[in-house]
Every structure is written in C-alpha cells, then in structure tokens.
C-alpha cells in the first residue's frame, strides 16, 4: 500500500507563502507604488485566507508576499507576541513560508504588528507591517469617500484642525488616542492604523520601511525609510503622547515605556509594559542572562530620541491613557 | 442710515454676472440672467417662490456651475477670471476668502454637531490659520459683531433658537471680511420680533462694512429695508429692476404690481 504522502502532489515552490505569484506580483507593484507616494493609499486586489477578514487579512498578504526563505518573523498584537492571535497569524505564516520566528523586535526581519510600534528602535532594512481595520483619516470629517480622495488629491486637509479645534473647546485638550492623524512626508494625510499617540512619533524619520495595509478596504499605504512624519496640531497647542510617567512596570521596574494599566481590586493599578518581547529581554538581563536590549524611541527619562521633536510631552494629556486597545476583530 | 453725497459710479463692479442660465432637466431656473453689484452697495432679490432666486445666489457662491454665463469677481489676483473656469482648489479658495453667504435654513450653512464658534472658526481655517488662540479670539470677534450672546459661543447650533442660528451664519460668512455677501431669506421663518432685531444688525453690518450685499427675500419689507435696488425674477427671468423705492412705489412691469399688491 502506498502511503498518503506518496499519492499526494509533491510540494510546489511555486505556491511558496500561501498566495501564488500572480497576487504576491499584485501586492509588490502595489507596494512600490506607495512606497513611491508616502502616505497615498493605492488600492489593491485583496485575496480570500483562510483567516476571516478583520483579523490581520492585510497585514497578512503583504507580509506574505515578502517573506522570503532568509526572513525572520515577528508577530504582535497589542505589543504581545503570546496573544491567540498572533499566535496563529505566526504559525501561519511559518508553516507556509518556513521562516524562522522570534519574539525579539532586533533579530526580526519582518515585523507584523497590530496596534503597537515595538519600544525599541527598528533599524534599517527592517520592514514593519501594520494591520490596518480603516485607511481613512478622513472618515470623521467626510464620510464620502469619493468626496474624501478629493480632498486628498486637493491636499485639501483643513477641515482636521475643525476636529482638533473641537475637541480643544469640548476637553481641553486633544482626545483623539489611537489611529492620531499626521501629515506623511508634507503631502498626504494618513492614519497610522490605531497605535496609541505614543507610538505616531516613532514614525517620523525613521530607518525602517512601514507597510499599513488593510485587507476588507482593500488599500495599502506606506511611510518609507527616512521620511518626514508630522501628528496633526496647532500653532500653539502641541500633539501629545500619553503620559507614562510616574508608572512602573510591575515585572521589570522599568519606567517611561508605554503601559498596560491592570486594574485592580482595592480600586489603584498596576502597570505592566505593553511590549512583551521587550519585557522578555529585560527579565533576562536582570536575570544576567545574554540579552541585547536594543535602543528605544524614549529613554528611561522619557525624552524621545528625534531631539525636539515632541515640543512638549506633559501637560493637556494629563488623563493618559485614553488609548484604551479594543479587543477582537477590528484589525485588518 | 448714514446716505453718502451722490457721486458718479466710475469703479469696477464688485461683482458682475453676465448671462447666466442653469437648467434643472428640462426645468428653466435660471433664464439669462445679468446683475452687478457695486462695493457698499446692497441688491435686493424679490420673486415668487420657484422663482430662481435661490439658484442664483447658489451660483453666485459657485457651488455649482452654470450651464451659461459669466460671473467675475474684482479682487485681488482674479478681476479678470470667470470664477466658473476656475479649477476645483482655486474656485474653493476665492469662494472661502470673499464670498459670505447666509441659507434660509441653518442647516445648509451650519455644521450642526460643531459648536457655534468651530462654525465661524471654520472659516479661517479653511483659509490656513492654524493658531488656536487666533481662532478663538476670531470666532469671539465675529460672533460679537453679529450680535450674538457670547457666553454661548461654544454651544451646538442645534440648542439655539432660530434667530441665534441666523447669527452664528451671518458670523461665519463675515469671519474674514468679504468682499460679497449673500443673504438668502435670512430672516424668513423668525419671528417677527426676532426678525427686527436680525434686520438691525444687517443694517449696522451695511453702515460698518463696504460689503456688496444681495438679498434674496419674498417679503418686501425686508427689501425695502435692506436694499438700495431692487430686481424682480420670475420663472428664471429677471422682469424689471431700479431703485428699491422705485420699483415697489411704482412697479412697471404686471407681474410687480401684482407682488406688490399682494404684499404691502
Ligand atoms: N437642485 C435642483 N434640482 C432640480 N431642480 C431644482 C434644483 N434647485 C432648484 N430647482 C428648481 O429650479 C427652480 C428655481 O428654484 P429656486 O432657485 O429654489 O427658486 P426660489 O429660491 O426663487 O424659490 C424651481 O423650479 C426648482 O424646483
Ligand atoms: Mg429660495
């Protein structure tokens, strides 16, 4: 009796990364295009996976179809490497692609990530993938979206600084936590897909390539390397990140990282960092283990490495922590 | 009203139209119709409702574009441009920086979940201030000069009543001085108590600001208060026009006269 594996179909390099050539050379083109116009949104032919759309769908194709055999993956969601779903999408992509995985942001060619930036620096050559649930920036102030790409192709924007002159005069202060607007490279506006505000400034001139894709939208979108990133503000009233300070980290003592707040009973929280395989490289150097921890994007006193580039980090985001990440299937 | 000593009109128009047609399917609203209007100077627009008056003005905002005819503008850079050959960005910025309009009905001038001072901010925004504390003290500027109460300056237009609604308009269309104000119906549908008090301060506006000024209004006490002269439409066509007192003491044409007896 022949067993199963010989009557089966030997493996074909062809179908290498689960989708076949005709739509890895869709997403390539595409990706070139955006890379070539930072922050444009260039429509894509998305394919069916065996993921239900909502779940990473479009981060997915375009890691997929960049993944190579020499690659090594990273998978996030929500700063974990541990969640069930980027367990899965890491599993996924290993079993199609072969590549090796890590859970160490230095040692990952190819990061996919949903909601979170890694804390620490992404060098050159490195390529980040975001999830994206929403491309559009737009949406709040012009839910036409046809009426929207004139606005974009007229860089015609204004009506953004309307929403941020709102929510001066209603809060006092910029509310907008996650998905904060800015302008890619003094041309387009985008949305960074729902990092907390502490994260957008980690995409300004930064050495690594990022991809934004979003799979039910069907869009793709890129901030390349060394490009100018500036978060949506006033003259005279600056973009925030979230105040970290005076939070420390539960398991490492570490400070000035972005935090998971961890209510609890008696009514006071603790905080935990949000970027376990940074968590992970910590631990083990207390523990005088081998680790590289690699440089962050704020140092432990909680100044940004683009000197001056936060014109102020305290002040009208004092109730922090208004990036509070959503659970389920929102991502794409 | 303070009267200026007669003088010869040798300026350019601030604003001349010539020829307009704007067809709806095989609807006429507007039928060959020409004006001008000169700097401090207020056009009244009467007819029955269906007229086409409310279509001009759209025109006039450049909202739309018309199936024929020419609208030129004399300021800065464009004196000489038919606005409706403008490009998409151009036509936004002139119609943003000096054109002023204020609808009959507060939600097609207002953004109703947008507080009254974002509204009249709006404006300078859409002109490039991006200062906080600029658009502020400007909304504050601007709503004061038309009037309205100030300590409620940050509510949602949907709380006020509808006289307040017609202020935070006029205030949005005058937050950066334009040269061309269109006013249609402004105080139709108040009541008339309210309506005086609007009235009062688009005649203070008028004392205070060289603006060209068209009103569109069937009611005729309004335009006799408001405009220095007076152009009478019906079915898209413009059949008769003078001076205000002129035309509603003496109307020519059957179709004044029978407005004019209708109302008065
Ligand atoms: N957007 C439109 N589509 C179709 N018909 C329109 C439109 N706007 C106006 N009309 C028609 O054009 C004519 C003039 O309307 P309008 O300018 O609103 O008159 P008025 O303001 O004098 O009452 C009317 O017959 C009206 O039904
Ligand atoms: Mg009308």
């Given at each position: 009796m022949p067993s199963l594996a010989q009557l089966a179909q030997p493996n074909q390099d062809y179908s290498y990364g689960f989708l076949d050539a005709f739509a890895k050379r869709e997403l390539r083109r595409r990706m070139l295009k955006a890379i070539a116009l930072p922050g444009y949104q260039v429509p894509y032919a998305s394919r069916e996976l065996p993921i239900a759309r909502g779940w990473g769908t479009g981060g997915l194709q375009v890691t997929l179809s960049l993944a190579g055999p020499n690659d090594t993956v990273k998978v996030i969601d929500q700063g974990a490497d541990d969640s069930v779903n980027a367990a899965n999408l890491r599993r996924f992509i290993s079993r199609m692609t072969g590549v090796a995985t890590t859970t160490d942001t230095n040692a990952a060619s190819l990061i996919q990530s949903r909601h979170r930036i890694p804390e620490e620096r992404l060098n050159e050559g490195q390529v980040l993938v975001l999830q994206v649930p929403d491309p559009e920036p737009l949406r709040g102030v012009q839910p036409d979206i046809s009426r929207a790409r004139q606005m974009h192709a007229d860089a015609d924007y204004a009506l953004m600084w309307l929403g941020l002159y709102e929510q001066l005069v209603r809060?006092?202060?910029?509310?907008?936590?996650?998905?904060?607007p800015v302008i890619v490279h003094q041309r387009y506006l985008m949305s960074p897909s729902p990092i907390p505000r502490w994260d957008t400034?980690?995409?300004?001139?930064?050495?690594h390539l990022t991809l934004l894709s979003a799979g039910r939208e069907k869009r793709l979108y890129a901030v390349p390397p060394y490009t100018d990133v500036y978060p949506i503000e006033f003259a005279d009233v600056y973009f925030q990140v979230e105040d970290q300070s005076g939070r420390v980290c539960m398991?490492?003592?570490?400070?000035n990282k972005f935090m998971d707040e961890l209510p609890q009973t008696d009514g006071t929280s603790l905080y935990r960092i949000s970027d376990t395989g940074y968590i992970e490289k910590l631990v083990k150097q207390q523990r005088g283990e081998a680790a590289h921890v690699g440089e962050t994007y704020?140092?432990?006193?909680?100044?940004?490495?683009?000197?001056?580039?936060?014109?102020?980090?305290?002040?009208?985001?004092?109730?922090?922590?208004?990036?509070s990440p959503r659970v389920g299937q929102d991502a794409d | 009203m303070q009267t200026l000593p007669p003088q010869l009109i040798t300026a350019r128009p601030l604003l001349a139209a010539r020829n307009l047609t704007r067809r709806y399917g095989s609807i006429v609203a507007v039928d060959d119709v020409s004006l001008v209007v000169y700097s401090g100077e207020t056009l009244g627009i009467v007819g029955?409702?269906?007229?086409?008056k409310s279509t001009v003005l759209r025109l006039l905002n450049l909202e739309e574009p018309a199936d024929e005819g020419q609208v030129t503008l004399n300021v800065p850079g464009y004196g000489d441009t038919n606005l409706f050959s403008l490009e998409r960005f151009q036509r936004r910025q002139v119609q943003i920086r000096h054109i002023g309009i204020v609808y009959q009905n507060p939600h097609q001038g207002l953004r109703m979940r947008v507080t009254s001072s974002g509204n009249v901010a709006e404006r300078l925004i859409l002109a490039g201030e991006r200062r906080y504390a600029t658009l502020r003290e400007a909304a504050r500027d601007s709503l004061a000069v038309s009037e309205f109460p100030l300590e409620r300056m940050d509510d949602l237009p949907a709380k006020l009543s509808g006289g307040m609604q017609q202020r935070v308009q006029l205030a949005k269309a005058i937050a950066l001085k334009p040269a061309l104000l269109l006013l249609d119906e402004p105080t139709t549908g108040l009541d008339v108590s309210v309506q005086a008090l609007v009235l009062d301060t688009l005649m203070r506006l008028q004392r205070e600001r060289q603006i060209a000024t068209i009103v569109v209004s069937h009611d005729l006490g309004v335009i006799r208060t408001l405009a220095d002269r007076v152009m009478v439409m019906r079915r898209g066509r413009v059949v008769e026009q003078g001076l205000t007192d002129q035309v509603l003491d003496d109307p020519q044409h059957p179709y004044t006269q029978q407005l004019v007896h209708a109302k008065l």
């Open positions: 809060y006092g202060r910029f509310v907008q936590g996650a998905s904060y400034p980690s995409l300004h001139q930064a050495a398991i490492t003592g570490a400070g704020y140092d432990e006193a909680g100044q940004f490495y683009h000197a001056g580039f936060l014109k102020s980090t305290q002040g009208n985001s004092a109730r922090s922590a208004d990036f | 029955e409702s269906g007229s086409g």
